[in-house]
């Protein structure tokens, strides 16, 4: 069979929010890179982002359940990535 794809996963598997969920996916993503560049050992990424050295793990392995995607944008700031709100 083939399938072709939305476009988004999340969508694809029909999970609900799939939009929220891809955007929650980047955003990980890009703090995964983030303090990967910074070379930040998971002790010092929770220190930075103010949250326990576990819940860096879960984030890192995309583990996103526990993390609302204002929360993942406010990491990026906490990181240094500045992040615009548009209306």
Not at 40 to 65: C, F, G, M
Request: aromatic share 10%; glycine share 4%; hydrophobic share 40%.
């Amino acid at each position: 069979w083939i399938y072709w794809s939305s476009g988004n996963v999340f969508h694809d598997l029909g999970l609900s929010n799939p939009e929220e969920a891809l955007a929650k996916s980047e955003i990980a993503s890009k703090i995964h890179d983030i303090i990967k560049e910074k070379k930040l050992t998971q002790a010092k990424a929770a220190k930075n982002l103010e949250i326990s050295q576990p819940k860096v793990a879960l984030l890192l392995r995309r583990y996103l359940t526990d993390f609302s995607l204002e929360r993942l944008l406010r990491f990026l700031n906490d990181l240094g990535q500045d992040v615009y709100k548009y209306e």
